[in-house]
Every structure is written in structure tokens, then in C-alpha cells.
């Protein structure tokens, strides 16, 4: 057998690895708290699950058009009608199975041996994976914790040449929860006039996750660069829908085409029944979306003062999302060894900062979509843990 070379290039999402693992030693009747994965642990609220049964009882069980069903596509434009003020063609929204295929296929579409791709470290592990798989150089946008892990503008502009062709940027963030001012975005949109052929995928897919009064900076405030600009979204994190596989993503008139071809030759169309319930949930009742948040809010001060108090650790608070960030080099260990001996010896499932790019060392991820209680319970064996090693 002999494999293509470009195979090796392609990463992974370490979450997906810990999460196995913390299966396996869970089987194994080890007592695990998983503060790995990034997914609300709701369940999907009920109203959309009956949306998608009664699809298949009424008989939806075929193919869609590969962009989605047009109903789903028109409810789409209108929830961000409503929420961000732009008014969207339903034509230029593909309905997708889940987030992750519109960077996909937006990197496919642009990465090659000579381009230039500038994406998030540390950020969502699958940008720079795919960058890489398809050939392209991926350069680094620096999220430091000393700026709340939002990015500088006027640093992203400047390391733009006449190679870069993407810029994928994430607010709020994962892995950090930062929250990129609007002012940078501003700064960012004003400075890109200057390179009329360099496209923005901005994932927003954390849009409707800020505490604290913070508002949801869109790039699609900026009328001019719509006609490069690719929005990420989906369902996943907003309706605990992570397992169903649903996203949606809005593309520019010259692209679309190109996407609605990569669908067809990858997966065709998202599920029907699926497709209905994403419309229950955009046009449906929001309480239980409202109750997520206060949930999480509450969770993010708990788990924040928890971290703060440990020995050797220190945490920004997150403005969005669901993840902490923390600096753990005061402890010693090194990301990797921490997210090992956390898992192993005291049975919490975290990330490593550096799963999400070299520039995550020194950091760890906790997702705190979990209950008060496991938390509280995560953060006693990790300073048990801690103490044991200071010993
Ligand atoms: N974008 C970001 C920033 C994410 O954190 C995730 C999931 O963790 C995704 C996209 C992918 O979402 P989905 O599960 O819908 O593919």
C-alpha cells in the first residue's frame, strides 16, 4: 500500500483522543470527570427533537439540495436579519454537516504549495491541520494572555504579503474564550482595503456565547468586505446539537458555486430530518438556549476562582465560549505532562494548551460545559495533584 505523501501532514483534534481515553479508563471503572470535550452537556431541547421525528414520519427521507432545504436556508437569513442586522440571500447560505466541513473546504479552496493562510494560535486545532494537509504555510495569529487572547489588528495586517489568500479568524475562541474587541475587527476590516484579493472565514460559531453584557461583534458588519468573506456557524454549541451534525455557513457570490461543488462531491446534503429541526430551533422558543448561558456564566466564575486559587496557576476570565484557559507554568509541568497526570492519576480529562498549536504551551483547556458539581470535584483532585507534586 503505498499512502499520499500529504497524509502526513494532517493533524488531528487531540479532545477526540482524550475523550477515547477517558471512555476506555471510565469502562475501565475509573471515576472520570471530563473536562475535555467541547460540548454542552444539555440535552437538545425538546421541541427540536420532535421536529426532526416528525420529518421522518412525514416521509423526508431522501435526498435535499446540496445548500439545504430552502426553508432551512430562508430561516437562516432571517435569524441573522434579526440578530445581525444583515440581510443575506438564501442563496448564498450552505447548510453544512456541522462547522468543521466550511473550514474544510474553505481551506481547500484556497490552500496550495506558495499560499500563505494566517489562522489562530492557539486556536481550534483543525485550521492549521487542514492548511498543512493541503500544502499551504500556515502563519501563526498570536492570541496572548496578556491581551485577553484577542488578536491585534494592526499584527495581523502586518504579516499579510502578497502570498497570504485566507485569514481565518474565531471570536469568541476556542480554546482561550477570548473575545476580540470590535475596535481590532474595525481596524482589521479598514486595513484589509489594502489587499482587495485576501478573503476572511471568520468562525462565529461561539456568536451567541458572551458574558457579561458583551455583544456579539460580527464581521458582517462590514458591507465592504462581503463579497470576501465567508461566515462559519451551526447549531452545535447554541442548541446542544453537537452529535447531530448540523452547521450552515454564508459565502460570497464568487464562491458559492465552488462550495455547493465541494458538497456534492464530499457528502452530498446534511440529513433531512435534521435539516427540520434546525429550523424548530432558529424559529422556535430561545428560553432554553437563555438557560444554557446562565448555566455556563455561573460555571465560568466557579471554575475561574478555582483555577485562580491553585498553586501555580493563573487565569484570565473568559469572555465567551465555554473553555478556561490557564497558565500553568507556575506549576512546573509542561501542557502535556499536566493534561496526562490529570487524567491519569486523578481522573480529569483537560486538553493541553499546545493541542491547539505551538503557542498554547505553557496553558491548559477546561471546558467547562459541565455540572457545578463536577467541577468543584475536578478542581479538589487538581489541587491534590498539584500539592502532591510540590512536595
Ligand atoms: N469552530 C470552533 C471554533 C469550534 O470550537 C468547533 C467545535 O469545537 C467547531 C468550529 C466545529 O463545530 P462542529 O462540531 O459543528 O463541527
Not at 14 to 21: D, M, N, Q, Y
Not at 35 to 64: C, N, S
Not at 160 to 180: E, F, H
Request: glycine content about 10%; aromatic content about 8%; proline content about 6%.
Amino acid at each position: 500500500m503505498q499512502l499520499a505523501e500529504n497524509l502526513n501532514n494532517l493533524g488531528t483534534e487531540t479532545a477526540f483522543e482524550v475523550l477515547a481515553r477517558a471512555a476506555k479508563l471510565s469502562a475501565a471503572g475509573k471515576d472520570v470527570i471530563n473536562l475535555g470535550i467541547g460540548q454542552p452537556d444539555f440535552k437538545t431541547p425538546g421541541h427540536v427533537v420532535e421536529a426532526a421525528i416528525k420529518a421522518m414520519r412525514d416521509g423526508h427521507h431522501g435526498y435535499t439540495p446540496a445548500k439545504g432545504i430552502p426553508e432551512l436556508r430562508e430561516a437562516v437569513a432571517a435569524d441573522t436579519l434579526k440578530r445581525r442586522g444583515a440581510v443575506i440571500d438564501p442563496e448564498n447560505i450552505m447548510i453544512m454537516p456541522g462547522g468543521k466541513p466550511t473550514m474544510f473546504f474553505a481551506v481547500m479552496m484556497f490552500a496550495e504549495p506558495g499560499a500563505e493562510i494566517i489562522y489562530p494560535n492557539p486556536g481550534f486545532p483543525i485550521y492549521e491541520s487542514v492548511i498543512r494537509y493541503a500544502g499551504a504555510t500556515p502563519v501563526p495569529m498570536r492570541l496572548l494572555e496578556e491581551k485577553g487572547f484577542a488578536f491585534s489588528a494592526d499584527e495581523v495586517l502586518s504579516q499579510i504579503t502578497p502570498k497570504t489568500r485566507l485569514i481565518i479568524m474565531n471570536t469568541p475562541a476556542n480554546p482561550t474564550g477570548g473575545v476580540t474587541p470590535k475596535e481590532e475587527l474595525d481596524k482589521l476590516a479598514a486595513g484589509l482595503a489594502a489587499w482587495p484579493n485576501v478573503v476572511v472565514m471568520s468562525d462565529e460559531i461561539y456568536d451567541r456565547m458572551l458574558y457579561d453584557g458583551r455583544q456579539h461583534a460580527s464581521m458582517l458588519a462590514y458591507e465592504e468586505l462581503r463579497d470576501r468573506l465567508i461566515v462559519l456557524n451551526g447549531w452545535s454549541k447554541t442548541y446542544a446539537m453537537t452529535g447531530w451534525r448540523l452547521g450552515y455557513s454564508i459565502w460570497p457570490e464568487k464562491l458559492i458555486g465552488h462550495v455547493e461543488k465541494l458538497a456534492v462531491n464530499c457528502h452530498s446534503c446534511v440529513n433531512a430530518p435534521t435539516q427540520f429541526a434546525g429550523i424548530a430551533a432558529l424559529n422556535g422558543p430561545q428560553d432554553e438556549v437563555d438557560g444554557m448561558l446562565v448555566a455556563f456564566d455561573k460555571r465560568r466564575r466557579l471554575i475561574v476562582d478555582a483555577l485562580n486559587a491553585l498553586p501555580g496557576v493563573r487565569c484570565a476570565e473568559p469572555g465567551g465560549a465555554f473553555y478556561a484557559f490557564p497558565n500553568i507554568t507556575g506549576t512546573g509541568m509542561d501542557a502535556k505532562a499536566l493534561q496526562t497526570q490529570l487524567l491519569e492519576q486523578a481522573g480529569v480529562a483537560v486538553v493541553a494548551g499546545t493541542s491547539f498549536g505551538a503557542l498554547g504551551e505553557g496553558f491548559i483547556r477546561f471546558s467547562y460545559a459541565a455540572s457545578a458539581e463536577q467541577i468543584e470535584d475536578a478542581m479538589g483532585r487538581m489541587q491534590k495533584l498539584l500539592e502532591r507534586a510540590n512536595d
